[in-house]
């Protein structure tokens, strides 16, 4: 189950300044790329370059991310705004699907005409992309092991290094061979593999948004353990789903025998599911067979 993690890799203001630094370094390439591209003729560097744009905007969109999270719970968001960065995260994905889909068409156009392409500009910049790519997602990997919202951003970084190289091959072979076929065809390359990568990485993240239950653990699993507690007769209503990335929340109904004193069952309960599926956000509702459920029967 997600933790509550109470230590970090690195300070927050440390964190923070990686994350600034490698949004300033992927504007500058992704400008030299375009510019480079254009000249070049070389919609595959284009691609790469657009790519390193959505990788700036995905950071920016972290570092706003990650800076609203530290902010705590309020009338309006209860459960406070960590939830905001599995939102960008979200929105980081979407925008990398639009821009795959895009290339695919820009670069079939070329396929039926290929233009004439300078290699040389194409393997050096694409080259300096990729020693930027590698940078960049260094610097983001010790925070991209807590945050779903900074994976979203190593990960494009790391598909861009992959990129880089493709384009890097395609610029010698263009050098070497004139072969202007391969520019189109790497274009789709690049776009297909950023494609398979956001498949699947979108589904813990939709998982979240959709309050789903969490991997490590199923609804089946905790009933099972909560009817086993001392006291407790049956159990229903039971609703277990992720906060966030580190916090995870259930809700049940207890039936109890009449008489019995609710208290040290529910603290028999909570404890247990602290210690068992470290979970420390649970709403336990006592009933007994004689009161039944308050529920309205529709919910």
């Not at 880089?164 to 061979?177: P, R």
């Not at 520019?183 to 297909?192: A, E, H, M």
């Not at 009817?227 to 109904?253: F, K, M, P």
Request: negative net charge.
């Amino acid at each position: 189950m997600p933790h509550d993690h109470q230590h970090h890799h690195l300070s927050e203001g440390a964190g923070d300044n990686r994350v600034l630094f490698a949004v300033v370094v992927n504007v500058i390439l992704t400008v030299a790329q375009v510019a480079g591209g254009v000249i070049a003729g070389s919609m595959a560097l284009v691609a790469d370059g657009v790519h390193n744009f959505s990788d700036a905007a995905a950071l920016v969109l972290a570092f706003g991310a990650r800076r609203l999270a530290r902010r705590g719970a309020d009338a309006a968001m209860s459960f406070g705004w960590a939830r905001a960065e599995v939102v960008a995260a979200f929105v980081n994905y979407i925008a990398l699907i639009l821009i795959s889909i895009w290339l695919v068409f820009e670069a079939l156009g070329r396929i039926v005409a290929p233009p004439q392409v300078d290699g040389w500009i194409v393997v050096w910049l694409a080259g300096l992309a990729l020693i930027i790519d590698l940078a960049t997602a260094a610097l983001t990997y010790a925070l991209s092991k807590d945050s779903l919202n900074i994976r979203a951003a190593f990960l494009h970084n790391l598909a861009d290094a992959g990129a880089s190289v493709a384009v890097i091959v395609g610029g010698a072979l263009i050098l070497l061979y004139d072969w202007r076929l391969v520019d189109p065809l790497l274009t789709i390359g690049i776009s297909v593999f950023i494609l398979w990568h956001v498949v699947g990485d979108l589904k813990p993240v939709l998982r979240i948004l959709m309050l789903g239950t969490p991997p490590e653990a199923n609804t089946a699993e905790v009933s099972g353990a909560l009817a086993e507690i001392a006291g407790v007769q049956s159990v229903h209503h039971v609703h277990l789903w992720q906060i966030d990335e580190r916090r995870v929340s259930v809700e049940a109904h207890l039936v109890l025998g009449a008489g019995d004193d609710y208290a040290p069952v529910i603290a028999r309960a909570k404890e247990m599911l602290a210690h068992r599926f470290d979970i420390h956000h649970a709403t336990l509702e006592p009933e007994t067979v004689l009161t039944g459920c308050a529920d309205h029967l529709a919910h």
